[in-house]
């Protein structure tokens, strides 16, 4: 059984920072990309930022230069550094994992945390 646990988030001003952090625990084979994507109040789920296995990295346009993704492979672990927040970034930040389950496919499957509140104020 594949499980995400986040942490981090909560309530911050404008023009702070949060850091997210997201583990991946239990049987797998490798994790292929990590994510973070998130919800407002009556909004669709939106993509803010995703890594690939080589490390490269893709980011929202409206997050770009101010939020950051990395991930420690070594520990499973994807984080979401997001700097100069504004209240538009208020929402439940969700992280994804796009994972390979056995060595002998290319398969993955996609699981999901639990989700974190940011609030960001003004």
């Known amino acids: 059984q594949v499980q995400l646990v986040q942490s981090g988030g909560g309530l911050v001003q404008a023009g702070g920072s949060l850091r997210l952090s997201c583990a991946a625990s239990g049987s797998f084979f490798s994790i292929n990309a990590m994510g973070w994507y998130r919800q407002a109040p009556g909004k669709q789920r939106e993509l803010v930022a995703v890594?690939?296995?080589?490390?490269?990295?893709n980011y929202a346009d409206s997050v770009k230069g101010r939020f950051t993704i990395s991930r420690d492979n070594a520990k499973n672990t994807v984080f979401l550094q997001m700097n100069s927040l504004k209240p538009e970034d208020t929402a439940v930040y969700y992280c994804?994992?796009?994972?390979?389950?056995?060595?002998?496919?290319?398969?993955?499957?996609?699981?999901w945390g639990q989700g974190t509140q940011v609030t960001v104020s003004s």
């Open positions: 994804n994992a796009e994972i390979i389950l056995y060595a002998w496919t290319r398969n993955t499957r996609s699981y």
């Open positions: 890594i690939i296995s080589n490390n490269s990295t």
